[in-house]
């Protein structure tokens, strides 16, 4: 009778440990937040970096890099700009204009340091306007290697690109290109492009584009960017030449919006006779 009772007693107990081994298979951990791979925060931080003053930021009207009064509507508009490119899943954004002088450059270093604000962003900033560069003198900064020799596939992202805080990197040039157009439409510049968003993931590249009429260098571009930015300017840009740009640049992306700079009325937007 012991006997017995022991081996029911054995019996029990390996019952009970198989119930807790399998237990402990079948329920699953809770889930956890995944973070962005630590091989891509390193590949961010080993942009060199590079700094600008307040005063020489306000000198080009760039006043987002804190959230303030005169920030309110570039903040605005790169709400409206994440919203409505999350919305189609796009991450290029071209800006350009009908003509120069017009604040493309200024809108798209506002807009970039507007989105530097955002810590769960990444954003990159290529200056494509190669034939008349200028986001360098805004932000003062020389890099080592200009874009062109990035885009030509001379020097790598890492090697040519500089950072403005954790999360924005700035592609900039040291001077104009001699063949623009050439560049921009070559193939090389797409998959060096394709491969940059690859690598570096960035939420959104915005891409400061030449002005569309005076040259073909833009539409050279357009095919690169899923939409586009146009700047417009108060009692400078006329009617004509704002639905000509629009035509054109519709012709090879989307156009997300029209910028209004400087203050305007209904009447400050003119029109050929």
Not at 128 to 157: C, K, N
């Amino acid at each position: 009778m012991e006997k017995l009772q022991a081996a029911l007693d054995k019996a029990r107990k390996s019952r009970e440990k198989e119930t807790a081994v399998s237990d402990a298979v079948s329920v699953s951990p809770p889930p956890r937040k995944v973070a962005r791979p630590t091989s891509l925060d390193a590949m961010w931080q080993n942009l060199s970096t590079f700094d600008v003053t307040d005063e020489q930021l306000l000198r080009h009207r760039v006043v987002t890099r804190e959230a303030t009064s005169a920030a309110a509507p570039f903040d605005i508009l790169r709400t409206k700009v994440l919203l409505q490119m999350r919305q189609n899943g796009w991450t290029r954004l071209g800006i350009t204009s009908p003509m120069p002088q017009s604040g493309k450059t200024t809108t798209a270093c506002n807009l970039a340091l507007g989105l530097g604000r955002q810590r769960d962003l990444r954003a990159i900033l290529m200056d494509t306007d190669l034939r008349d560069p200028s986001v360098h003198e805004f932000f003062q900064t020389i890099p080592s290697h200009g874009i062109g020799e990035l885009l030509s596939g001379q020097v790598g992202f890492e090697e040519q690109a500089v950072r403005i805080g954790d999360n924005v990197a700035c592609s900039m040039a040291i001077q104009p290109e001699s063949d623009p157009t050439r560049m921009l439409l070559a193939e090389e510049t797409a998959n060096v492009i394709a491969r940059i968003e690859e690598e570096y993931k960035p939420d959104i590249m915005i891409f400061d584009l030449p002005s569309v009429l005076p040259r073909d260098d833009t539409r050279a571009f357009l095919k690169n960017v899923d939409c586009a930015l146009i700047v417009i300017r108060a009692n400078t840009t006329r009617y004509k030449q704002f639905d000509k740009c629009e035509r054109e640049v519709s012709e090879h992306t989307n156009v997300l919006g029209v910028v209004l700079n400087a203050h305007m009325n209904t009447s400050d937007f003119m029109q050929d006779e």
